[in-house]
Protein backbone atom coordinates (compact mmCIF):
# COMPACT_ATOMS: atom_id res chain seq x y z
CA UNK A 1 0.00 0.00 0.00
CA UNK A 2 0.72 3.70 -0.37
CA UNK A 3 1.98 5.72 2.54
CA UNK A 4 3.92 9.19 3.39
CA UNK A 5 7.21 8.60 4.99
CA UNK A 6 10.06 10.69 6.73
CA UNK A 7 12.44 9.50 4.92
CA UNK A 8 14.52 12.54 6.54
CA UNK A 9 13.46 15.03 8.77
CA UNK A 10 12.58 18.71 7.15
CA UNK A 11 12.99 17.14 3.20
CA UNK A 12 9.76 16.12 1.63
CA UNK A 13 7.82 13.11 3.31
CA UNK A 14 8.32 10.21 0.74
CA UNK A 15 5.43 8.58 -0.78
CA UNK A 16 6.32 4.79 -0.31
CA UNK A 17 4.97 1.30 -0.72
CA UNK A 18 4.82 -0.52 2.29
CA UNK A 19 3.38 -3.49 3.74
CA UNK A 20 -0.18 -3.89 4.26
CA UNK A 21 -0.54 -4.33 8.20
CA UNK A 22 -2.22 -7.46 9.77
CA UNK A 23 -3.71 -6.60 12.80
CA UNK A 24 -2.54 -8.13 16.41
CA UNK A 25 -5.48 -9.83 18.35
CA UNK A 26 -6.16 -6.30 20.19
CA UNK A 27 -6.32 -4.30 17.20
CA UNK A 28 -8.00 -3.34 13.65
CA UNK A 29 -6.93 -2.38 10.69
CA UNK A 30 -8.51 0.72 9.36
CA UNK A 31 -9.03 1.54 5.88
CA UNK A 32 -8.17 5.58 6.07
CA UNK A 33 -10.98 7.39 4.09
CA UNK A 34 -9.94 11.11 5.24
CA UNK A 35 -7.54 12.55 7.35
CA UNK A 36 -6.25 15.95 8.84
CA UNK A 37 -3.07 17.58 8.15
CA UNK A 38 -2.19 19.55 11.44
CA UNK A 39 0.81 21.22 12.84
CA UNK A 40 1.67 18.44 15.23
CA UNK A 41 2.65 16.76 11.66
CA UNK A 42 4.93 19.35 10.73
CA UNK A 43 6.73 19.33 14.46
CA UNK A 44 7.36 15.67 13.76
CA UNK A 45 8.81 16.23 10.47
CA UNK A 46 11.00 18.98 11.76
CA UNK A 47 12.11 16.21 14.41
CA UNK A 48 11.04 18.50 17.56
CA UNK A 49 10.13 17.48 20.32
CA UNK A 50 13.46 15.66 21.49
CA UNK A 51 13.32 17.88 24.73
CA UNK A 52 10.72 15.62 26.44
CA UNK A 53 11.51 12.25 25.19
CA UNK A 54 8.99 12.54 22.19
CA UNK A 55 10.84 12.99 18.92
CA UNK A 56 9.31 10.93 15.91
CA UNK A 57 12.10 8.61 14.18
CA UNK A 58 12.85 8.39 10.58
CA UNK A 59 10.51 5.80 8.63
CA UNK A 60 7.44 6.98 10.43
CA UNK A 61 4.32 7.28 8.65
CA UNK A 62 2.70 10.05 9.91
CA UNK A 63 -1.20 10.72 10.21
CA UNK A 64 -3.24 10.74 13.28
CA UNK A 65 -6.68 12.86 12.55
CA UNK A 66 -8.28 9.63 10.63
CA UNK A 67 -11.58 8.48 9.78
CA UNK A 68 -12.42 5.45 7.94
CA UNK A 69 -13.68 2.16 7.68
CA UNK A 70 -12.39 -1.38 9.74
CA UNK A 71 -10.77 -3.53 6.64
CA UNK A 72 -9.66 -6.34 9.24
CA UNK A 73 -10.31 -7.38 12.93
CA UNK A 74 -8.07 -8.91 15.45
CA UNK A 75 -9.18 -11.76 17.24
CA UNK A 76 -9.52 -10.88 20.53
CA UNK A 77 -11.81 -7.94 19.24
CA UNK A 78 -15.25 -7.64 20.10
CA UNK A 79 -16.77 -4.61 19.72
CA UNK A 80 -16.24 -3.97 16.23
CA UNK A 81 -16.30 -5.71 12.72
CA UNK A 82 -15.42 -5.31 8.75
CA UNK A 83 -17.46 -2.52 7.67
CA UNK A 84 -17.74 -0.24 10.99
CA UNK A 85 -17.45 3.55 9.97
CA UNK A 86 -14.80 4.82 12.79
CA UNK A 87 -12.94 8.02 14.22
CA UNK A 88 -9.96 7.19 16.12
CA UNK A 89 -8.22 9.77 18.82
CA UNK A 90 -4.16 10.65 18.38
CA UNK A 91 -4.07 9.21 21.77
CA UNK A 92 -4.58 5.71 22.06
CA UNK A 93 -4.94 4.66 25.57
CA UNK A 94 -4.04 1.58 27.06
CA UNK A 95 -7.72 1.23 28.16
CA UNK A 96 -6.74 0.11 31.72
CA UNK A 97 -4.01 2.34 33.56
CA UNK A 98 -5.93 4.72 36.54
CA UNK A 99 -6.51 7.46 33.95
CA UNK A 100 -8.38 5.59 31.33
CA UNK A 101 -10.68 3.70 33.56
CA UNK A 102 -11.67 7.15 34.96
CA UNK A 103 -12.39 8.32 31.13
CA UNK A 104 -9.59 10.13 30.62
CA UNK A 105 -7.85 8.37 27.71
CA UNK A 106 -6.05 11.49 26.58
CA UNK A 107 -3.72 11.09 30.08
CA UNK A 108 -3.08 7.51 29.79
CA UNK A 109 0.20 6.36 31.98
CA UNK A 110 1.06 4.51 28.88
CA UNK A 111 -0.36 6.93 25.74
CA UNK A 112 0.96 5.99 21.85
CA UNK A 113 0.33 9.23 19.80
CA UNK A 114 -1.12 7.47 16.62
CA UNK A 115 1.18 8.81 13.43
CA UNK A 116 4.13 10.33 16.08
CA UNK A 117 5.60 6.56 17.42
CA UNK A 118 7.05 3.82 15.71
CA UNK A 119 4.72 2.00 17.67
CA UNK A 120 1.63 3.65 16.41
CA UNK A 121 2.11 4.31 12.65
CA UNK A 122 -0.23 6.51 10.96
CA UNK A 123 -2.97 7.30 8.70
CA UNK A 124 -1.21 9.12 6.04
CA UNK A 125 -1.27 5.38 4.75
CA UNK A 126 -4.24 3.82 2.98
CA UNK A 127 -4.75 2.05 6.10
CA UNK A 128 -3.60 1.80 10.04
CA UNK A 129 -3.74 -0.32 12.87
CA UNK A 130 -5.02 1.18 16.54
CA UNK A 131 -4.65 -0.37 19.57
CA UNK A 132 -7.15 -1.86 22.04
CA UNK A 133 -9.31 -1.37 19.62
CA UNK A 134 -12.77 -1.60 22.11
CA UNK A 135 -11.52 0.76 23.76
CA UNK A 136 -9.62 3.24 21.19
CA UNK A 137 -12.18 3.77 18.22
CA UNK A 138 -15.15 5.53 18.37
CA UNK A 139 -18.31 4.56 15.68
CA UNK A 140 -19.13 7.51 13.45
CA UNK A 141 -22.65 8.13 13.46
CA UNK A 142 -24.07 8.27 10.07
CA UNK A 143 -24.90 12.37 10.22
CA UNK A 144 -20.89 12.61 10.16
CA UNK A 145 -18.77 12.39 7.04
CA UNK A 146 -15.31 10.83 7.12
CA UNK A 147 -14.03 14.26 5.46
CA UNK A 148 -16.00 16.12 8.57
CA UNK A 149 -14.71 13.73 10.91
CA UNK A 150 -11.45 14.00 10.10
CA UNK A 151 -11.26 18.26 10.38
CA UNK A 152 -12.42 17.20 14.10
CA UNK A 153 -9.40 15.54 14.45
CA UNK A 154 -7.32 16.44 17.19
CA UNK A 155 -7.44 20.51 16.53
CA UNK A 156 -11.71 20.73 16.89
CA UNK A 157 -11.55 18.23 20.11
CA UNK A 158 -8.19 19.52 21.62
CA UNK A 159 -10.12 22.70 21.38
CA UNK A 160 -13.49 22.16 22.54
CA UNK A 161 -11.92 20.44 25.74
CA UNK A 162 -9.51 23.36 26.07
CA UNK A 163 -12.23 25.92 26.29
CA UNK A 164 -15.55 23.31 27.82
CA UNK A 165 -13.83 21.33 30.22
CA UNK A 166 -9.91 22.93 30.95
CA UNK A 167 -10.95 26.92 31.37
CA UNK A 168 -14.93 25.86 31.69
CA UNK A 169 -16.03 28.95 29.74
CA UNK A 170 -19.48 30.81 29.94
CA UNK A 171 -22.03 32.60 28.05
CA UNK A 172 -20.86 36.10 28.15
CA UNK A 173 -17.34 35.42 28.49
CA UNK A 174 -14.54 37.08 27.00
CA UNK A 175 -12.32 34.83 25.14
CA UNK A 176 -9.25 35.80 23.32
CA UNK A 177 -7.63 33.45 20.84
CA UNK A 178 -3.78 33.66 19.81
CA UNK A 179 -2.67 32.09 16.53
CA UNK A 180 -5.34 31.32 14.08
CA UNK A 181 -4.11 28.19 12.19
CA UNK A 182 -6.55 24.97 12.75
CA UNK A 183 -7.15 24.67 16.19
CA UNK A 184 -7.03 28.50 17.10
CA UNK A 185 -10.24 28.93 14.22
CA UNK A 186 -11.53 25.94 15.78
CA UNK A 187 -11.03 27.91 19.38
CA UNK A 188 -12.95 30.69 17.72
CA UNK A 189 -15.99 28.75 16.13
CA UNK A 190 -16.49 26.91 19.62
CA UNK A 191 -16.41 29.90 21.84
CA UNK A 192 -18.87 31.78 19.59
CA UNK A 193 -21.16 28.07 19.80
CA UNK A 194 -20.99 28.16 23.43
CA UNK A 195 -22.03 32.05 24.25
CA UNK A 196 -18.86 33.49 24.01
CA UNK A 197 -17.12 36.54 22.85
CA UNK A 198 -14.41 35.38 20.93
CA UNK A 199 -11.03 37.46 19.86
CA UNK A 200 -9.05 36.63 16.90
CA UNK A 201 -5.21 37.59 17.14
CA UNK A 202 -2.64 36.83 14.26
CA UNK A 203 -0.41 38.83 11.87
CA UNK A 204 -1.97 36.93 8.78
CA UNK A 205 -5.67 39.07 7.57
CA UNK A 206 -6.51 35.93 5.88
CA UNK A 207 -6.62 34.25 9.01
CA UNK A 208 -8.24 37.08 10.68
CA UNK A 209 -10.82 37.16 7.72
CA UNK A 210 -11.86 33.92 8.40
CA UNK A 211 -11.62 34.02 11.95
CA UNK A 212 -14.48 36.92 11.42
CA UNK A 213 -16.49 34.30 9.58
CA UNK A 214 -16.66 31.55 12.33
CA UNK A 215 -17.60 34.06 14.69
CA UNK A 216 -14.90 36.26 16.09
CA UNK A 217 -16.30 39.24 17.66
CA UNK A 218 -13.06 41.67 17.22
CA UNK A 219 -9.81 40.72 15.58
CA UNK A 220 -6.22 41.65 15.84
CA UNK A 221 -3.31 41.64 13.80
CA UNK A 222 -0.59 41.60 15.87
CA UNK A 223 1.82 43.01 13.34
CA UNK A 224 -0.32 46.40 13.50
CA UNK A 225 -0.35 47.42 16.95
CA UNK A 226 2.36 47.87 19.56
CA UNK A 227 0.72 45.07 21.70
CA UNK A 228 -1.41 42.72 21.54
CA UNK A 229 -2.60 42.12 25.22
CA UNK A 230 -2.96 46.12 25.60
CA UNK A 231 -5.09 45.67 22.98
CA UNK A 232 -7.42 42.79 24.14
CA UNK A 233 -7.76 44.95 27.40
CA UNK A 234 -9.05 47.91 25.53
CA UNK A 235 -11.26 46.32 24.02
CA UNK A 236 -12.68 43.84 26.89
CA UNK A 237 -12.35 46.71 29.51
CA UNK A 238 -9.75 44.79 31.44
CA UNK A 239 -8.88 41.81 30.14
CA UNK A 240 -10.07 38.71 28.96
CA UNK A 241 -11.71 36.09 31.18
CA UNK A 242 -9.99 33.08 28.95
CA UNK A 243 -7.19 33.39 26.70
CA UNK A 244 -6.07 30.74 24.83
CA UNK A 245 -2.46 30.14 23.06
CA UNK A 246 -2.98 28.13 19.69
CA UNK A 247 0.31 27.93 18.16
CA UNK A 248 3.31 27.64 21.41
CA UNK A 249 5.80 30.20 20.77
CA UNK A 250 7.45 32.07 23.21
CA UNK A 251 5.58 35.38 21.99
CA UNK A 252 1.89 33.73 21.82
CA UNK A 253 2.41 32.65 25.34
CA UNK A 254 3.26 35.44 26.91
CA UNK A 255 0.82 37.36 25.09
CA UNK A 256 -2.03 35.25 25.74
CA UNK A 257 -1.29 35.08 29.80
CA UNK A 258 -0.60 39.17 29.49
CA UNK A 259 -3.77 39.79 28.09
CA UNK A 260 -5.90 38.13 31.05
CA UNK A 261 -8.43 39.94 33.75
CA UNK A 262 -7.81 39.26 37.22
CA UNK A 263 -8.69 35.52 37.90
CA UNK A 264 -8.48 34.92 34.25
CA UNK A 265 -7.34 31.51 32.86
CA UNK A 266 -4.67 30.77 30.26
CA UNK A 267 -4.90 27.76 28.11
CA UNK A 268 -1.82 26.55 26.59
CA UNK A 269 -2.65 24.04 23.42
CA UNK A 270 0.17 24.76 21.31
CA UNK A 271 3.41 23.03 21.53
CA UNK A 272 6.08 25.01 21.55
CA UNK A 273 9.48 24.86 18.69
CA UNK A 274 12.95 23.92 18.69
CA UNK A 275 13.71 27.41 19.30
CA UNK A 276 11.52 27.38 22.70
CA UNK A 277 12.07 23.61 23.80
CA UNK A 278 9.59 23.45 25.83
CA UNK A 279 10.72 26.66 28.11
CA UNK A 280 9.03 30.15 27.91
CA UNK A 281 9.14 32.74 30.35
CA UNK A 282 6.08 33.82 32.42
CA UNK A 283 5.51 37.10 34.45
CA UNK A 284 5.06 34.90 37.62
CA UNK A 285 4.27 37.69 39.91
CA UNK A 286 1.73 39.07 38.06
CA UNK A 287 0.27 35.93 37.68
CA UNK A 288 0.43 35.04 41.47
CA UNK A 289 -1.06 38.54 42.70
CA UNK A 290 -3.89 38.35 40.40
CA UNK A 291 -4.62 34.50 40.68
CA UNK A 292 -3.86 33.88 36.75
CA UNK A 293 -4.44 30.08 36.34
CA UNK A 294 -2.68 27.92 33.76
CA UNK A 295 -3.85 24.99 32.25
CA UNK A 296 -2.27 23.00 29.90
CA UNK A 297 -4.57 20.92 27.75
CA UNK A 298 -4.10 17.46 25.36
CA UNK A 299 -6.62 16.03 23.37
CA UNK A 300 -10.00 15.25 24.50
CA UNK A 301 -11.42 12.30 27.04
CA UNK A 302 -13.24 9.56 24.27
CA UNK A 303 -16.18 10.09 26.85
CA UNK A 304 -16.86 13.42 25.37
CA UNK A 305 -17.22 12.44 21.64
CA UNK A 306 -20.79 11.70 21.96
CA UNK A 307 -21.42 14.99 23.65
CA UNK A 308 -19.35 16.96 20.12
CA UNK A 309 -21.63 14.59 17.83
CA UNK A 310 -24.38 15.90 19.58
CA UNK A 311 -23.86 19.21 19.17
CA UNK A 312 -22.82 19.13 15.37
CA UNK A 313 -26.22 16.98 15.01
CA UNK A 314 -27.86 19.80 16.61
CA UNK A 315 -26.64 22.40 14.15
CA UNK A 316 -24.35 24.19 17.49
CA UNK A 317 -21.23 23.05 15.96
CA UNK A 318 -20.24 22.67 12.20
CA UNK A 319 -16.62 21.24 11.95
CA UNK A 320 -17.06 21.42 8.10
CA UNK A 321 -16.50 25.21 8.13
CA UNK A 322 -12.89 25.03 9.53
CA UNK A 323 -12.01 22.38 6.81
CA UNK A 324 -9.52 24.43 4.31
CA UNK A 325 -9.01 22.07 1.38
CA UNK A 326 -8.91 19.12 0.64
CA UNK A 327 -6.09 16.58 -1.17
CA UNK A 328 -4.50 14.08 -2.17
CA UNK A 329 -1.73 11.88 -0.69
CA UNK A 330 0.77 13.36 -3.27
CA UNK A 331 0.00 16.80 -2.33
CA UNK A 332 0.76 16.21 1.32
CA UNK A 333 4.65 16.94 1.00
CA UNK A 334 4.19 20.54 -0.44
CA UNK A 335 1.24 20.83 1.64
CA UNK A 336 3.25 20.40 4.93
CA UNK A 337 6.15 22.15 3.63
CA UNK A 338 4.22 25.38 3.19
CA UNK A 339 3.33 24.89 6.64
CA UNK A 340 7.44 26.47 7.50
CA UNK A 341 5.76 30.13 7.20
CA UNK A 342 2.04 29.39 8.80
CA UNK A 343 0.28 30.48 5.88
CA UNK A 344 -2.23 27.36 5.70
CA UNK A 345 -5.82 28.80 6.36
CA UNK A 346 -8.37 26.28 8.01
CA UNK A 347 -7.67 22.48 8.66
CA UNK A 348 -6.45 20.69 5.22
CA UNK A 349 -7.35 16.98 4.71
CA UNK A 350 -6.11 14.04 2.71
CA UNK A 351 -9.23 12.67 1.03
CA UNK A 352 -7.47 10.75 -1.62
CA UNK A 353 -4.92 8.22 -1.27
Request: net charge negative.
Amino acid sequence: MRAAVIDEHGEPLEIDDVDYPEPRPDQVIVETKACGVCRSDWHAWQGDWSWIGAGVPEGQILGHEPAGVVSAVGDDVETLEEGDRVAVPFHLGDGTCTHCREGRANNCETVLPLGLSEYAQGAFAEAFPVREADYNCVKLPDSVGFTEMAGLGCRFMTAYHALADRANIRPGDWVAVHGCGGVGLSAIHIAQALGAHPIAIDVLDSKLERAEELGAVETINGADVDSAPQEVKRLTDGGADVSLDALGIAETCQNSVNSLATRGDHVQVGLTTGEEQGQIDLPVDVMTMQEIDFHGSFGMPLVRYEELFNLIAQGTLEPSKIIGETLSLEELPETLGSMDDYETVGIPVVTEF
